[in-house]
């Protein structure tokens, strides 16, 4: 069994009063825009439920759902002529179907993570006849440390599904649909915002709000069943265990104790070594291959971008997005440090009240999940080659061998080892250090200013019909209250001494 990096380990998980959804020691993107949510937008959920809603509020749902109709419009009329990667070199109804299924696979995929960190410290005899397949997931992902390699491989295939529906919807270069003007077209097709926008809300925030408190109808599934065993192959394989060398440098700078990791027998570790070194090795030449297709133009990069502005696009969004997902740990890691000893650390200190203050944690989360999905779509354009037919290969190996290299398998790797578990790592190490960064101010304020937009509160009314179409009920209703679980608890130890 490999082992599994500290930042990725699940510690024992509280309820808060009152909510029955957990906060745990590792917030994952699906859980924490809900787990630890503000009163702003917790009342913005109780306004859509009764229908009570302030003019602003209304304003954004509105506009919100005429771009998220728009984008899905402007999407499929890409696609249906043959204006896409996927579509232009395979067939426009195979893109279409594969942009669609991909969407609601991601959307699994992120509320899935969620509901499976939420539930460890749940009883599972509480829904062992309720919800069955959820059941099965939940036996399998809290099976030793399964749900820590669940992370691990799940986070790969995010980052391959968002490459994949690339593929399948963003426009080619000089595209055009429904007669639009230069600058809608500028905005909606060639810079990607129209797929962006699709992808964000009905493949990701969408799953979020649901899977929040209602986690064990959202996995009684399964598609989350098979998905949990695919991130678990993943992580099996050796391909990210690069990441696990990081953890172990990391581990002796820092001096931390790895004891959370399983003793090995020898052979044991000779077989984890080993996939290190693949891991290393598959690294080491996806870069080698993604740079020299850089350097030639051989990408998908956006037109008329010069070749070395393109290598450094390529790095500077690699550590964008790291930044973005190492600081959710760090300001987890330093919530509970004492006011005194922060405040020796002024930047970070800064931070943290900025972040901590009113209602800006919940916004902080969205508009950071929105941010990190559009530097995901520009990565999938900078990452993935472009080779056509006839032309000279990458490093001359075969058309077959090239065909893959164009798959965006090998962007996929290094955006998922570089641009994110590698700074989770670094972050969980240096939390106070990395939050000291100025530049992670300033990340916060785009991401602040981001969800104030509005830009995807559509996302709030279609999660509130989709909960309703597949007739999601709250967690609360098949589990009880914390204290109401807690009570039978105590009640049933007291029997069992009064018996004893």
Not at 18 to 32: H, L, Q
Not at 51 to 57: I, N, R, S
Not at 279 to 288: D, Q
Request: proline share 3%; with cysteine.
């Amino acid at each position: 069994m490999s082992a599994t990096p500290d930042s990725f380990q699940v510690e024992p998980t509280k309820f808060d009063e009152g909510n029955t959804s957990p906060s745990s020691g590792i917030i994952t993107d699906e859980e924490a825009p809900e787990q630890r949510g503000s009163d702003d937008n917790a009342a913005s959920q109780e306004n859509l439920k009764n229908g009570h809603h302030t003019f602003a509020t209304l304003f954004k749902y509105s506009y919100s759902l005429v771009l998220l109709l728009f984008s899905i419009v402007v999407v499929t009329a890409t696609i249906f002529t043959d204006q896409t990667k996927m579509a232009a070199d395979v067939n426009a109804a195979v893109a279409f179907i594969l942009l669609w299924v991909l969407t609601l696979w991601l959307a699994v995929m992120e509320g899935g993570q969620g509901c499976l960190v939420g539930l460890q410290p749940v009883d599972k005899t509480l829904y062992a006849k309720s919800h069955l397949k959820a059941l099965k997931v939940t036996k399998l992902a809290h099976e030793g440390n399964n749900l820590e390699r669940f992370i691990v491989g799940r986070q790969f295939l995010v980052v391959l599904v968002i490459f994949v529906i690339n593929m399948c919807g963003s426009a080619l270069k000089g595209s055009s649909v429904l007669n639009m003007p230069d600058f809608m077209v500028e905005i909606f097709i060639n810079s990607g915002v129209a797929l962006i926008l699709m992808t964000t809300i009905l493949g990701q925030l969408t799953a979020q709000v649901n899977a929040a408190d209602c986690m064990l109808d959202f996995i009684n599934n399964y598609i989350m069943l098979i998905t949990t065993h695919v991130s678990l192959f993943i992580e099996m394989s050796g391909l990210l265990h690069s990441v696990y060398l990081v953890q172990i440098i990391f581990a002796k700078i820092t001096g931390k104790s790895s004891d959370s990791q399983p003793e090995r027998t020898i052979s044991q570790a000779i077989f984890f070594w080993l996939r290190i070194m693949f891991s290393v090795a598959v690294l080491s030449f996806s870069l080698a291959v993604t740079l020299v297709a850089l350097f030639d133009g051989k990408t998908t990069m956006y037109s008329g971008v010069p070749e070395p502005v393109s290598v450094t696009l390529l790095f500077a969004l690699m550590a964008f997005v790291g930044m973005m997902e190492g600081m959710q740990i760090a300001l987890f890691a330093v919530i509970n440090l004492p006011k005194d000893e922060l405040q020796k650390h002024p930047q970070a200190a800064k931070v943290c009240e900025l972040v901590f203050s009113r209602s800006h944690l919940q916004a902080f989360l969205i508009g950071r999940q929105i941010c990190v999905t559009c530097c995901m779509f520009i990565l999938a354009r900078v990452a993935t080659c472009s080779v056509d037919e006839g032309e000279l290969t990458i490093f001359g190996v075969s058309a077959g061998i090239q065909n893959f290299f164009n798959t965006g398998l090998l962007g996929a790797i290094i955006t998922t080892i570089i641009g994110s578990l590698a700074w989770r790592i670094i972050a969980s190490a240096f939390p106070v250090a990395f939050l000291s960064n100025p530049l992670i101010y300033l990340i916060i304020r785009l991401c602040l200013f981001l969800e104030a937009s509005g830009v995807c509160s559509a996302a709030w009314v279609v999660a509130r019909v989709h909960r309703k179409v597949a007739r999601f009920e709250p967690d609360v209703e098949y589990l009880g209250t914390p204290e109401s679980r807690e009570s039978s608890k105590q009640i049933a130890d007291d029997l069992e001494l009064q018996e004893n």
